[in-house]
């Protein structure tokens, strides 16, 4: 019985040995040439020194096999996530004063826009943090606050929904994936569609 298991410890080292000698030629293979570098004469000297079996007359080493298969991690554990820009989030009392600042800013540039403009169904309506202004058969535009994103939410008749961020080097609200301004947008969009230019800057 202990002869069988001695034979099968030994078939057991000699398979690993025999992994662990694979493996180096493997890393042979693919290591990068240098300039004296000959593959042929390297690897044949390399397959032809002998295997260093461990002594097993103390007992099997069953643990051999399962240390050849051992790796290191496919990532950096000491690596944290990616540094956030804390200096461009607004405070909550900061969003407020700015985007109150411009929506009544724009409430009060709409109003004198309507009494220079002919257009039928004018209307602006303000309420509950939510500027409305209705151009009649034209279409309506809708602004509000969100605040739990610090943005700005616009919803326009030509060009859809957009979301705005205060960018603090601009001084402007901007809708990142395009760099559009808040205010250029709708200087744009309503001489288009009204015919006469306004200034909301």
Excluded at 58 to 74: E, M, N, V
Excluded at 92 to 120: M, N, P, R, W
Excluded at 166 to 177: G, L, N
Aim: include cysteine.
């Amino acid at each position: 019985m202990f002869n069988k298991h001695r034979e099968k410890a030994l078939q057991l080292t000699a398979m690993a040995s025999s992994l662990l000698h694979l493996r180096r030629l493997s890393r042979l293979l693919f290591k990068p040439p240098s300039s004296n570098f000959r593959p042929s004469s390297y690897l044949l000297l390399e397959a032809s020194r002998p295997l260093h079996l461990p002594d097993t007359s103390h007992g099997p080493l069953y643990s051999i096999a399962s240390r050849s298969f051992c790796s290191s991690p496919p990532f950096n554990l000491n690596e944290g996530p990616a540094a956030i820009d804390y200096s461009s989030l607004l405070q909550e009392d900061e969003f407020h004063k700015l985007a109150d600042s411009t929506i009544h800013d724009l409430q009060e540039k709409f109003e004198e826009y309507g009494d220079s403009v002919q257009v039928d169904g004018f209307d602006i309506d303000y309420g509950n943090e939510v500027l409305t202004l209705k151009l009649g058969d034209l279409g309506t535009y809708v602004l509000n606050k969100q605040t739990p994103n610090m943005q700005i939410w616009l919803s326009s008749p030509v060009s859809g929904p957009f979301r705005f961020d205060w960018d603090r080097d601009a001084e402007a609200w901007i809708y990142r994936r395009t760099k559009v301004k808040l205010l250029t947008l709708l200087e744009t969009e309503m001489e288009q569609l009204c015919g006469e230019p306004i200034s909301l800057s």
